[in-house]
């Protein structure tokens, strides 16, 4: 499968944006997808995930009251909604997938097999 994603943008803090990724060449409906991200200096981090229904959703605590993440399996798209963002959340945000029939867990960032080109958020006053 492979993932874009878009809709990074400069913000100022307090501020919202809504971040999407595309996926083509699987079948969209068989995989756990999430979000994840990566600051300057630091390792890429878990942010989000939402199981293949889209029923459950999972978040980091850094994010959970704030982000918000959902699916359109027939667009084969996934989206990231972000709000009262804060200066610690600029990052390169990475969407993610992983194939759902090999079962285990799907909520920490080593689950992912699949990641794709990010998009770099900032925000900053």
């Known amino acids: 499968v492979q993932l874009q994603a878009y809709g990074g943008g400069l913000v100022q803090p307090g501020g919202s944006l809504r971040l999407s990724c595309a996926a083509s060449?699987?079948?969209?409906?068989?995989?756990?997808m999430a979000w994840g991200r990566q600051a300057p200096g630091k390792e890429r981090e878990f942010v989000a995930a939402i199981s293949r229904s889209g029923i459950s959703a999972y978040y980091a605590d850094s994010v959970k009251a704030r982000f918000t993440i959902s699916r359109d399996n027939a667009k084969n798209t996934v989206s990231l909604q972000m709000n009262s963002l804060k200066p610690e959340d600029t990052a390169v945000y990475y969407c993610?997938?992983?194939?759902?029939?090999?079962?285990?867990?799907?909520?920490?960032?080593?689950?992912?097999?699949?990641w794709g080109q990010g998009t770099q958020v900032t925000v900053s006053s």
């Open positions: 060449g699987g079948t969209f409906s068989s995989y756990f």
């Open positions: 993610a997938a992983k194939w759902g029939p090999s079962g285990g867990s799907w909520t920490r960032r080593e689950d992912y097999e699949f």
